[in-house]
């Protein structure tokens, strides 16, 4: 059984900082795509950050230069370091599980295992 369990989301201030995990069990974050969604309240589901079977990555217009991901191969775990945070950024963060690919995809509807979420709420 394929299970993920996000932790790092809070509350913090425009222009700060936080840093999510994405524990992975049941599969292997180094053979599958990898990536964090978010969804605020009446919007859809958008891909924020993917990554590969490899390190192959892509990032949405609006994160890139202020987030990162990266993946912890042997502790089997997801990473979102995000930095400059603004209120925008606002959302419940998931976690999830998608192809065997080396190029990784930005659609939601390509991933098959899901994590919880964790919130993010960015105040001016």
């Known amino acids: 059984q394929v299970q993920l369990v996000e932790s790092g989301g809070g509350s913090v201030q425009a222009g700060g900082s936080l840093r999510l995990s994405c524990v992975v069990s049941?599969?292997?974050?180094?053979?599958?795509?990898m990536g964090w969604f978010r969804q605020a309240p009446g919007k859809e589901r958008e891909g924020v950050v993917v990554?590969?079977?490899?390190?192959?990555?892509t990032y949405a217009d609006y994160v890139k230069g202020r987030f990162t991901i990266s993946k912890d191969n042997a502790k089997n775990t997801l990473y979102l370091q995000m930095n400059n945070l603004k209120p925008e950024d606002t959302a419940m963060y998931y976690c999830?599980?998608?192809?065997?690919?080396?190029?990784?995809?930005?659609?939601?509807?390509?991933?098959?295992?899901w994590g919880q979420g964790t919130q993010v709420t960015v105040s001016s």
């Open positions: 049941g599969s292997t974050v180094s053979t599958y795509c």
């Open positions: 990554i590969g079977k490899g390190t192959w990555t």
């Open positions: 999830a599980v998608g192809p065997s690919r080396y190029q990784p995809t930005m659609s939601y509807r390509d991933y098959n295992y």
